[in-house]
């Protein structure tokens, strides 16, 4: 589905990536950790190919790709079917409808975004990122600023449509519990010129997360172990 071969990336004369490599098979949840700068977003713009001035390469086995970012980028003087119907390459207004009810915004549909909620707003984005079932979903940490109920909730109609449409995805967070809870596997990213450090792989398969108690013994386990993991340190 995905390889990643990532040797150098600069700005001006400074590396912001280094000797980055895995690969992701379809239907596998990734999480890129790291602490802030490390160059994660840069990282998803690079596989988005929103950004192409690297030295390596990146294979994807597809160009059905869904991409989601830390705000819902709706354009406020769209409805909410004409905002999913902007990226929309199927064009089935029932599907529209469908992927609405199962977040619970169907009666949204032609309401504006500026008389959304943050969390509904959050939703429409991900019906949006959904629409076109792609076989690949970038997440650039969609749950930030969200408070702790709705950031939950959100995750939960994520990995609805996960379970459903059996994408890859990325997501990218700085946030450890939640990387634990969706995963299966997660990439953690630092050192003086970010690259990979380690990959975690969780004993959970397929796309439902884990019980609080259980994100918490695997978090204790990986910190114990690496306890200046999140400032990209071994």
Request: charged share 25%; aromatic share 6%.
């Amino acid at each position: 589905m995905l390889h990643i071969d990532i040797r150098s990336k600069k700005y001006a004369d400074q590396n912001i990536l280094k000797n980055i490599h895995f690969s992701l098979k379809e239907g596998v949840f990734l999480s890129i950790i790291g602490p802030s700068g490390c160059g994660k977003t840069t990282l998803l713009r690079l596989i988005s190919s929103l950004d192409s001035d690297f030295e390596g390469s990146i294979d994807i086995e597809t160009n059905s790709i869904g991409m989601m970012f830390q705000e819902p980028r709706l354009l406020p003087w769209l409805t909410v079917r004409e905002n999913i119907a902007v990226v929309d390459k199927i064009g089935d207004p029932e599907a529209v409808v469908k992927l609405l009810r199962m977040v619970g915004l169907e009666h949204t549909l032609d309401t504006y975004p500026k008389n959304l909620s943050g969390g509904m707003a959050r939703r429409v984005s991900l019906v949006r990122a959904f629409i076109n079932r792609p076989k690949l979903i970038l997440l650039d940490e969609p749950f930030v600023s969200l408070d702790k109920p709705t950031a939950l909730a959100l995750q939960n109609d994520l990995m609805l449509f996960c379970k459903s449409f059996n994408p890859a995805v990325i997501l990218v967070t700085h946030d450890l519990d939640e990387a634990i809870a969706l995963s299966q596997k997660i990439l953690f990213l630092g050192g003086e010129v970010t690259g990979e450090i380690i990959t975690h792989v969780n004993d959970h398969y397929g796309f439902d997360s884990l019980e609080p108690t259980q994100v918490l013994t695997i978090k204790e386990k990986i910190l114990s172990l690496y306890p200046n993991i999140l400032e990209g340190k071994l």
